[in-house]
């Protein structure tokens, strides 16, 4: 296959467009693409003075008076403005759901806000540890991460060995797997290292799953359906968050960046064990003007020169933004 030029070189991490999830990390979720091109992406913050003059409503998804942020370009300068408006520590939330205060991992803020949407930030309830026997070489998780450091469960797959084991729930942060602490771990790496465990053995979680009030408490979820549309918000435009740059207001994705998007998130899911709208619609806007497979690799590698993609996942992804330009699903 020709991909020389894609093969990986070793780079320093540094910071991705999420999910998210935002592997997987994430979403069927809020996230979507807009129509403005990614290489503004390597722009500083702009000042806050120049930032979009946007107010957002939010509350504790467990339940608070409403807030009202405004001066944000990213997730984490979203994080600290809820932080602000509710007097706790940024790093206490563990994600946000729009328009919905339920841990539904289709209501997942990805990297965009609709203008009309209302904000749910999900913080830190209770720790737990639980040990897993790993009988099979997959547990059944899908994995994304919040786009501040934290990986958290997004799907649980129905009769897999993490099923079985019903203290796991989708919404639980990953906080350390077998004593080590892999907070700041991206949730394509919280993917391998799960999947690396070896089989036939015992491993251990330590989890901490979202406050809960008492009016929420109800059956262990499994997460989002892959064929749910992860559409949010009513507005015609949204705010796109980037992990650089400035924040864009955008017009709503297009059909065809709709289908890409989500195809590129199932294949993400596929051969990664992650789910990231934000990070599949960066790799649909990355590949929509590109004339073949080997443009397109090299274009990958300039703009997710961290992620150690599989050239038959780059292959495939090429082969969804091909199919959805044609309209073929």
């Known amino acids: 296959m020709p991909y020389g030029p894609w093969k990986k070189k070793n780079k320093a991490t ?3 467009l999420v999910d998210n999830e935002e592997v997987s990390g994430g979403h069927a979720g809020a996230g979507s693409l807009g129509k403005s091109a990614v290489n503004g992406a390597g722009l500083p913050p702009p000042p806050a003075n120049l930032r979009p003059k946007l107010v957002f409503h939010t509350q504790l998804a467990h339940g608070s008076p409403t807030g009202r942020i405004e001066g944000f370009s990213n997730v984490k300068e979203l994080y600290s403005k809820i932080a602000e408006a509710f007097n706790i520590n940024a790093p206490e939330i563990l994600f946000c759901t729009l328009n919905t205060h339920k841990i539904d991992m289709e209501k997942l803020l990805g990297g965009q806000i609709g203008l009309e949407d ?3 930030a ?8 639980v040990e897993v026997f790993k009988s099979e070489d997959a547990l059944g998780l899908t ?7 934290f990986a958290f469960i997004k799907r649980i797959r129905e009769g897999s060995v993490a099923d079985q084991v019903k203290v796991i729930c989708v919404g639980d942060h990953i906080e350390c797997v077998n004593g080590r602490n892999i907070v700041g771990t ?6 391998r290292m799960l999947k690396d465990l070896p089989r036939d053995k015992t491993f251990t979680l330590k989890l901490v799953e979202p406050m809960k009030a008492f009016e929420m408490l109800e059956p262990r979820s499994k997460g989002g359906k892959p064929g749910g549309d992860g559409k949010v918000g009513t507005g015609r435009s949204t705010l796109r968050l980037r992990s650089k740059g400035p924040a864009t207001v955008e017009d709503e994705p297009t059909e065809f960046e709709e289908k890409a998007i989500k195809k590129v998130d199932d294949l993400l899911e596929s051969y990664m064990g992650i789910r990231d709208t934000e990070l599949a619609a960066t790799m649909v806007e990355v590949g929509r003007d590109k004339k073949n497979p080997d443009e397109f690799a090299m274009a990958l590698d300039e703009t997710l020169g961290d992620f150690a993609f599989p050239d038959e996942f780059v292959f495939d992804v090429w082969g969804a933004i091909g199919d959805a330009k044609q309209g073929r699903f």
């Open 186 to 191: 991206r949730h394509y790496e919280v993917a």
């Open 122 to 129: 999900h913080v830190k309830g209770i720790k737990k540890e």
């Open 14 to 16: 540094k910071e991705h």
């Open 118 to 120: 209302f904000i749910f």
């Open 143 to 149: 994995i994304t991460d919040n786009g501040a450091g």
